[in-house]
């Protein structure tokens, strides 16, 4: 069993490895932000898709902003790149969005 988890964590250290250089969430949002305004479809999917993942009552907290839940996009992060910590990729996030809504 402990070679099976050393394997697995040389694996998910050779996939986050992969990725482009990590880059922080204010710049992502940035590069999203700019995408959208470049093409404004891709705008209005992101703005869909980031609609669908906000955290029920956000109206009434602070900040007063629909933003997902720290702990659900951590899981999101973890069961689609391995590791909870990491910032994805402009790319999949495009990619993502208009998948989402093609067809609503």
Do not use: C, E
């Amino acid at each position: 069993m402990r070679a099976l988890t050393a394997a697995s964590r040389q694996h998910r250290s050779q996939r986050i490895d992969s990725f482009p250089a990590m880059q922080t969430w204010p710049k992502l949002i940035a590069t999203l932000t700019w995408r959208g305004i470049r093409n404004p479809a891709t705008g209005l999917a992101l703005l869909r898709v980031g609609w669908r993942f906000r955290s029920r009552d956000w109206y009434r907290r602070f900040p007063f902003v629909p933003l997902p839940a720290r702990d659900y996009m951590r899981w999101r992060m973890y069961t689609a790149y391995g590791d909870a910590q990491i910032v994805p990729p402009a790319d999949d996030i495009v990619r993502y969005a208009r998948w989402a809504v093609k067809d609503s």
